[in-house]
């Protein structure tokens, strides 16, 4: 939270701690009170499906189902980029040919071979750094 106040609009970062609390404490509260009319409690799409219809229910679990999957991207991404700069700030000298795509290409196989299960991946960095 210090960084982003330093490099921020000042008030305005906590203050979108308070707003997300707000809206949480919301959705908290009618997650609680659903909770004893819905039978297979426990998923998104049976909240959603009991208290609106099947097709809103499906519609909502896969826009959350894309949202997971985006924000693994993004996670990957940042992944890349911090390994390229950790490496400059470092020792590494630049090199060229997008070191930051096989960064996150490592994470992202990384994180599948965890996913898996697998205790062997032949998940490898393509060599440009």
Do not use: K
Not at 74 to 87: E, K, N, P, S
Not at 95 to 103: E, K, N, T
Not at 108 to 123: D, L
């Amino acid at each position: 939270m210090p960084i982003g106040v330093l490099v921020g609009n000042g008030a305005g970062y906590p203050a979108s701690f308070v707003v997300s609390a707000v809206i949480l404490l919301f959705f908290a509260v009618g997650f609680v009170a659903m909770t004893p009319h819905v039978p297979q409690a426990g998923a998104f799409y049976s909240y959603v499906s009991r208290g609106l219809n099947r097709e809103l229910g499906l519609g909502a679990a896969m826009l959350a189902l894309l949202t997971y999957v985006t924000i693994q991207g993004a996670v990957l991404g940042y992944i890349g980029q911090a390994m390229v700069d950790l490496l400059a700030a470092t020792a590494s000298p630049p090199r060229p040919g997008g070191c930051g795509r096989s960064w996150s290409s490592a994470a992202s196989a990384a994180s599948a071979c965890s996913a898996s299960g697998t205790s062997t991946c032949p998940a490898r960095c393509s060599g440009c750094c």
